[in-house]
């Protein structure tokens, strides 16, 4: 059985982008529209040679910020689950938010390997304002871009290091 990477993380921070790049198939639905993704997406990839399963958790029933916190909490427990490795994304456009606390906190107290990965770096000025991410208290992070793929290669070397 080939290991599982769950991709976590609040709405819009661009885990179906993630997703995508690592499965190199449009499978997920990416939308600029905050939670559009409904379901969760399952994929294979492969990097230096190692195959891992990817599993993408949209499927957050949007409406209003509110019912954020309930609803992450469950996403994040399935993942947790199911998953073997931990992919936790944050935006550095947006900083951390409550709710990227809320699924920290959730986190830290997982004993699975995690990864976070601070996504929306596409410039080199992005990079240094990923360091308040450290204050999430889950330890160091790799910034990357999704949308442009830098860093990913980078990240993809040290999850598939551990598999
Ligand atoms: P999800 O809700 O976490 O699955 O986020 P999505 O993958 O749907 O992305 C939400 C928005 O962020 C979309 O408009 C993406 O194009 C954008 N996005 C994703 N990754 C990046 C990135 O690396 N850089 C920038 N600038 N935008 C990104
Ligand atoms: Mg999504």
Redesign the pocket.
Known sequence: MSSIVA?V????????????RLIKRRE?????V????RDRHYGKSEWNGKEFSVI?T?G?VVGSDDIFEEEIRKQVQLALDEADIILF?V?V?QGITPMDEAVAKILRQVEKPLFMAV????NAMRAADAVEFYNLGLGDYHT?????GSGTGDLLDAIVDII
Do not use: H, Q
Request: proline share 3%.
């Open positions: 991709i993380g609040r709405p819009n921070v661009g885990k179906s982008t993630l997703f995508n997920a639905i990416v939308d600029s905050s939670g559009v993704t993408d949209g957050y994304v935006d456009e996504n929306k770096v596409d990357i871009s999704s949308v442009n």
